[in-house]
């Protein structure tokens, strides 16, 4: 899978707007998949953000939809509360929610500390619910 930069501030574009792509398939079943996301996010205040985010899978068993929104608020120089919620929009998708506490060490590294009931943080994972919470630790990397 990969990501792709769409438009950016820093290309005097008025939002930041983001696509994400996988592929995959299942041994077992031989069933592949295509996930894609397609991220919006709008900067309000200097210390408010806010993004929308359609998922889709396409898959040879199902097809699953969702809508994410997500709002990012800067509490401290490097400190980041981020807040998420993915409402199902197909019949086999699953809403959930995510909290985070992001600390950046570096301009293109940092930590986040989150609790989710999502089955995972990407791509599939994120149309899906747990049963219970998790408590986790994530590292985001920039190349």
Do not use: C, H
């Not at 699953?94 to 506490?101: C, G, P, Q």
């Amino acid at each position: 899978g990969g990501k792709f930069l769409l438009f950016s501030p820093q290309k005097d574009d008025p939002f930041w707007l983001s696509s994400r792509i996988s592929l995959g398939r299942n041994n077992s079943t031989k069933y592949g998949y295509v996930f894609s996301d397609i991220t919006g996010t709008f900067k309000f205040t200097n210390w408010w953000a806010f993004n929308i985010s359609p998922k889709y899978l396409f898959s040879g068993t199902d097809n699953l939809g969702s809508l994410g929104l997500s709002s990012n608020i800067n509490l401290l120089k490097n400190f980041n509360f981020i807040t998420e919620a993915n409402i199902g929009i197909t019949d086999n998708s699953e809403s959930n929610s995510t909290i985070a506490l992001r600390y950046s060490y570096s301009k293109n590294n940092s930590l986040d500390l989150y609790l989710t009931n999502a089955v995972g943080l990407s791509d599939i994972g994120q149309m899906l619910e747990a049963d219970d919470y998790k408590l986790g630790i994530k590292l985001n990397f920039i190349f």
